[in-house]
């Protein structure tokens, strides 16, 4: 008889996530524990208690879910959830804080219905951000070219340098959004826009959306008015308008959930997987496929 699926949910904020334990409880886990205020230097124990408690064959039944909304906070804890494994004494990892991997796959995976993903020019705006670092990161691994959009073009040529380290063929161009006429700039050209930019901050203004000739679809996960893309409803999806094809936060909010819960489920079925950014996004285009 299997052991029941325990999930170990490990979060920095001061509450763990309501979101991320129903989703939990919805993919169909047995048990859920949840961690709060977690900091790196309490992973070791906690990831101890996990493995040492279960023989190996059993191990597969336990898992470890990072959240909280800090996600470079969480990119710590993975590393600390990692480097507390002993040899084959491990379990599978899925590290979502904020939803930025899940977010960033959804979106990505709803580009590629409508673009050729491998071939086209895109606009990340908040590129800089966790969510649009990883969406940047996603579409470039296809081939996409991506021009790289932050109010501080510094930091989007520091977003450039780093990922080349990683995917030294990447094309990658900085540009700034800031300043009168800077994201109509940003936008010549792309054929795919997507806009990660904070809650409640609009980042394209109508008349910059009508000025971008060549975009033929526009993606905004902002949920929060004022949206991040003028004119784009908060549940569009796949809405065409202008002869552009327009996705709003909640419309690709549905694929974000098919995906988190999926990864959750995968957890499961062995004891050794880690899931970020790529590994999330494969899940997603299994689902797509689906």
Do not use: W
């Not at 796959?105 to 020019?121: E, F, K, P, W």
Request: with cysteine.
């Amino acid at each position: 008889m299997s052991k029941p699926k325990i999930l170990i949910q490990l979060d920095s904020d001061n509450h763990a996530s309501v979101f991320d334990a129903v989703v939990a409880v919805d993919a169909g886990i047995d048990q859920l524990l949840q961690y709060s205020r977690v900091e790196p230097i309490e992973v070791r124990d906690l990831v101890h208690g996990a493995i040492f408690t279960r023989g190996p064959a059993d191990l597969k039944n336990t898992a470890v879910f990072i959240g909280g909304s800090n996600v470079a906070r969480g990119e710590q804890l993975l590393q600390q959830v990692l480097a507390s494994f002993v040899g084959p004494m491990r379990v599978s990892v899925l590290l979502d804080a904020n939803g930025a991997n899940t977010t960033a796959a959804a979106a990505v995976v709803a580009a590629g219905r409508h673009l050729d993903l491998t071939s086209c020019q895109a606009t990340v705006l908040a590129a800089t951000g966790p969510v649009g670092q990883r969406v940047v990161k996603l579409l470039a691994r296809l081939g996409c070219r991506v021009k790289v959009a932050s109010r501080d073009v510094n930091r989007a040529q520091l977003v450039c340098e780093l990922l080349r380290e990683s995917l030294p063929d990447a094309e990658l161009l900085p540009c700034s959004s800031d300043g009168p006429g800077a994201v109509q700039r940003s936008l010549e050209g792309s054929q795919l826009l997507i806009a990660a930019g904070a809650a409640g901050v609009e980042l394209v203004s109508a008349s910059a959306l009508e000025s971008a000739t060549d975009l033929k679809v526009a993606i905004d996960l902002n949920a929060v008015p004022p949206l991040g893309i003028a004119g784009i409803g908060v549940t569009d999806r796949a809405v065409e308008k202008d002869g552009r094809i327009l996705y709003g936060a909640v419309g690709v909010g549905g694929t974000k959930m098919k995906i988190h819960k999926a990864a959750i489920r995968q957890l499961f079925e062995a004891n050794d997987r880690v899931m970020d950014a790529e590994q999330v996004f494969a899940i997603g285009q299994a689902v797509e496929a689906n």
